[in-house]
Every structure is written in structure tokens, then in C-alpha cells.
């Protein structure tokens, strides 16, 4: 492959993904990703925004400092304190990457109440001195997509002459159509001098459904890096899913004959991991990486199959890591079974991880006739989400249900000390929920409550969501068993978990509403 057809991916999951409303990372969580996607063979990693809290530093400083082969990168608002910060957090990463941003739109420009030039001298002061800094910049016009032509050409010249490697154009709110996005980059590359020795990006949001359409069309028009994150998480609706350019670009080489160097397999593991640390599971029809994307129930497409796959599949389960040949499990299987059954599912576990998860699984299996593929992944998100280190855990419940009245006795470990509270409530889970709050106050609002059986049959493991909302922070719980009321509480209970740790993910500067305006 020439350099022309090299397409740079730049996944920015522990940024742009983390900040859709609940979907909290532990520090550890993050190190975990940024490891996955680093092995996987993601170009540029966008660690965080280390202005934003000293969680979000100290995990950036830690992935740059880890990193094997990924560029590591840095957010920062068009402010000197900001690319300073982000500069502490990346300097040692083996490749760093200062990337700056501001809206350049009318509707932006507005916010700063910056005029035309006040805003084209604030670019060329702090891409000059993220350049400064170090030598490899990105730079992005906020709202690029509403930006005036000429304005957005005048100020793309200004950040390249003061020394932005990258220049990404974002279509912030999701906006444009596949044509307009070429004609941009087209645009851009014929009238700003400069053009040719930078690469362009492109960062596309999906309100319209359309940013993978975009992001494409941005690379056959000469953009040569594509921002998006795992599952597509982010904002709003999301981002560029990662798993659906990569894909594309494979399947239809034809007539997309670019590299990204990606390694396919990699993609159902790390997309099923991401969506346990995260809160927010994978829709089941969701392109590449749902439930029923190799599933086919029409009698005609099931007989197409049988005679040839290649009839209504276009690529096969192993492409993205899927295992073909099925390892059944039962009460009687061993722990070989079980990390050969995880290791086809696309997760790989440690020992100590394994033994857990072991236990957990003969206590499963001696519930249910059969344990299904989708028993063993909810197994799994029901581990990362209810872990020993926890500030709340649930150690007991007994709960009561008749016409009568329902009742519910708990007990918490609550910073490793049992507390227990008897209640009673409209409906098992609202006592349940009820006795969570008499053991620990708080006014985190409900605002989801969403279950759904993992398999079939009426021993089948129950899957439950919860959203919760605490003065503008939102974050997500989820868990699993056969006993639904017992997956409810470990859900709200881990939902109360997360929002201790979004408190620490502020600044002191800052509030939990303008973080998440932090995007582009």
C-alpha cells in the first residue's frame, strides 16, 4: 500500500465515548482499553482531557507512560493553561499529541463572543504554542461542517502555518450528508495553501444516522484519518463506530483500497468489553458487533446459508473474533472449558479473574439446564460491574412478594461494614430500592429502569439496566442473574457506585453539565 492509501485510525473512546451521559471508566478500566486498543492496532489513542479533573490527568499520564505503540493523545480547549496541562499528562507517552480545538461556527463563535479575528489570533496563539510543546499538533475547528467556507479556509491556513500536523474537521452535531462531507475536504484541499503536507481528518457524529457514510466519503475526498470510538459510543446518538470503517474498508476493498493496519479479530472483544466498563450494551442489531448481525431466522436466508454462507453473509464470524465452534458448557465443565468458551467469546482472562468468574459459573450452571454463549457474556458484565473493591455491595436479600404487600430485608457492605434495612414498597423492586436508600441516603434520581431476559425459558438469566442522575451526572448500572429482583439491586447499587466515581471526574473549576460540552 502506497502512503495515499494508509487511513489512520484515531479512537477516542476514553474521550469523546466516555463522555455520553453514564458511561463512567474506573481508572483501572481505562488502562484496560487503552492496553486493547493499543494491541489491536489503533493509530492514535485519545486518552481524555486531563484539564477536566485529576482522574482524568493521572489516567492519561498513566496510558502515556504504558502505551506500546500508539501515538497518545491529549485534548485541550484553546487555552494555554489547558495545552499546558495536556502537555504534563502526554509528555512522557513514546508519541505524544497535543490536540487543541474551538468553534468556529457562528452559533460557536458566539459562546467567547470572539469576532472573526479575535478568534483566528486566539488559533494561531495556541497552536503555536502547543507546536512549541511538541512536534506532533492537531487541531480542530469546532462545528466545522456550519463554519463559512471562507472563514473555515482562512482559519485551517492559520493553524497550519503555526504548525498543526493534524488538521481534523468534526461534524460536531451530526449534520451533514455524505456529499457535502467530501465536498469539504475536497474544498479544503484545493483552496488552503498548505494542504498538501498536512493530514486531514475527519470526525463525524451520528444524529442522522449517517457518520460512518460521512467519515467514508471524507476518505475517498483525501482525509486520511478517521476519529471514532468503539460501539460507536459518544455523544448524543455517538460517534464513527471504529468496527464499521475498519469493516468497510475490508469487505469492499475494491472500491475502498485503503490499509488501517487494524487487527479485525480484535473487534468483538474489545467491543464487548468496552460495553460492560461503559454501562451501555450493544443493540442487537447494531452493524458488525450485535447479537443477530450472523443470525438468520428467514427459512430462505437459513437454507441459503446451509448451501453456501457467502449467500447473505458478506464476512464470517472469525473476521472479528467470533469462534465458530462451540465449547457446551454444563455444571460438569471445568475451568479449561470455561477460558477455551471465553477466549472464543473474545475475552481473555487472567487467574485470579478466571477463579472468580468460575464460581460464579458452577452457581449459574447449577441454576439452569443449559448455559448459552450469551450466559457466559452476561456473566462476565455482571463481574466487571460488581467487583470486591466497591464501595456498596450487596451481601444479602430476602425479599416477600404476595397480594398482600411486598417486603424487602438487605444488607449492604458499605465501606466494608454490614449495614441492613427492612422495608416495604409498591412492588418487590420498589422495596428493594427503597431499602438501598434507608442504608445509604442520596438523591440520584431513577431516571431508566430496563430489564430483559439473556437466553430462553423461564430459568433464563435476567439482564437489568438501570440510569441514575445526580446534579447533572448521570451514570448506568447493569446486572445479571436468574433472580431478577437480586440483578435489580446490584444494578441501582452499582449505578450509585459509578456516581461516586463521576464525582471525582470534575475539576474544581468545572461543572458535570460543561464537561460534556467538551467535544467536537
Not at 102 to 130: C, E, F, K, Y
Not at 200 to 205: G, P
Not at 452 to 479: K, N, W, Y
Request: negative net charge.
Amino acid at each position: 500500500m502506497s502512503d495515499k492509501n494508509r487511513v489512520y485510525i484515531f479512537d477516542t473512546t476514553l474521550r469523546d465515548g466516555e463522555q455520553s451521559p453514564g458511561a463512567t471508566m474506573s481508572h483501572a478500566e481505562k488502562l484496560e482499553i487503552a492496553a486493547m486498543l493499543d494491541e489491536m492496532g489503533v493509530d492514535i489513542i485519545e486518552a481524555g482531557f486531563p484539564m477536566a479533573s485529576e482522574g482524568d490527568f493521572n489516567a492519561v499520564s498513566e496510558i502515556a507512560r504504558q502505551t506500546k505503540n500508539s501515538v497518545i493523545c491529549g485534548l485541550a480547549r484553546a487555552q494555554l493553561p489547558d495545552i499546558d496541562r495536556c502537555w504534563e499528562a502526554i509528555r512522557h507517552a513514546s508519541r505524544p499529541r497535543i490536540h487543541t480545538f474551538i468553534g468556529t461556527s457562528p452559533l460557536h463563535r458566539a459562546i467567547p463572543n470572539l469576532d472573526m479575528d479575535q478568534m483566528a489570533d486566539r488559533i494561531h496563539q495556541t497552536v503555536t504554542h502547543a507546536r512549541n510543546l511538541c512536534d506532533n499538533v492537531q487541531w480542530s475547528p469546532m462545528d466545522a461542517t456550519r463554519t463559512e467556507h471562507d472563514y473555515l479556509c482562512r482559519v485551517v491556513e492559520i493553524a497550519i502555518r503555526a504548525g498543526a500536523t493534524t488538521i481534523n474537521i468534526p461534524d460536531t452535531v451530526g449534520y451533514t450528508a455524505p456529499r457535502e462531507s467530501a465536498d469539504l475536504i475536497r474544498m479544503l484541499l484545493e483552496r488552503v495553501p498548505g494542504a498538501d503536507q498536512i493530514i486531514f481528518a475527519t470526525h463525524c457524529h451520528n444524529d442522522l444516522g449517517m457518520a460512518t457514510a460521512n467519515s467514508l466519503a471524507a476518505v475517498e475526498a483525501g482525509a486520511r484519518q478517521i476519529e471514532c470510538t468503539i460501539n460507536g459510543l459518544g455523544e448524543r446518538a455517538g460517534n464513527t463506530a471504529l468496527e464499521e470503517v475498519v469493516m468497510a474498508m475490508r469487505v469492499r476493498h475494491d472500491i475502498m483500497p485503503y490499509d488501517t493496519g487494524i487487527d479485525t479479530t480484535k473487534i468483538m472483544g474489545i467491543s464487548r468489553r468496552v460495553a460492560q466498563v461503559s454501562g451501555f450494551p450493544v443493540q442487537f442489531n447494531k452493524a458488525i458487533v450485535g447479537k443477530n448481525a450472523f443470525l438468520h431466522e428467514s427459512g430462505i436466508h437459513q437454507d441459503g446459508v446451509l448451501k453456501n454462507v457467502e449467500t447473505f453473509e458478506i464476512m464470517r464470524p472469525a473476521d472479528i473474533g467470533l469462534n465458530e465452534n462451540n465449547i457446551v458448557l454444563g455444571k460438569h465443565s471445568g475451568r479449561a472449558a470455561l477460558r477455551s468458551k471465553l477466549a472464543d467469546l473474545g475475552f481473555e482472562v487472567g487467574d485470579n479473574q478466571l477463579k472468580d468468574l468460575f464460581v460464579r459459573f458452577k452457581a449459574l450452571a447449577d441454576r439452569k439446564k443449559e448455559v448459552y454463549d450469551d450466559d457466559i457474556v452476561a456473566l462476565m458484565a455482571d463481574s466487571a460491574a460488581n467487583t470486591g473493591d466497591d464501595y456498596l455491595q450487596v451481601k444479602h436479600l430476602r425479599v416477600i412478594c404476595g397480594s398482600d404487600g411486598q417486603s424487602a430485608d438487605l444488607t449492604l457492605v458499605v465501606d466494608g461494614q454490614d449495614q441492613t434495612a427492612s422495608t416495604t414498597g409498591d412492588g418487590p423492586v420498589d422495596a428493594v430500592f427503597n431499602a438501598v436508600r434507608q442504608i445509604y441516603p442520596h438523591d440520584a434520581r431513577l431516571q431508566l429502569y430496563q430489564v430483559h431476559a439473556v437466553t430462553e425459558g423461564t430459568d433464563a438469566q435476567a439482564t437489568v439496566s438501570v440510569r441514575m442522575e445526580e446534579e447533572g451526572r448521570i451514570a448506568t448500572g447493569q446486572a445479571s442473574d436468574t433472580d431478577t429482583i437480586l440483578a435489580s439491586v446490584k444494578a441501582y447499587v452499582g449505578a450509585l457506585n459509578r456516581l461516586r466515581v463521576r464525582r471525582g471526574q470534575v475539576g474544581p473549576d468545572a461543572d458535570a453539565k460543561q464537561v460534556s460540552m467538551y467535544s467536537h
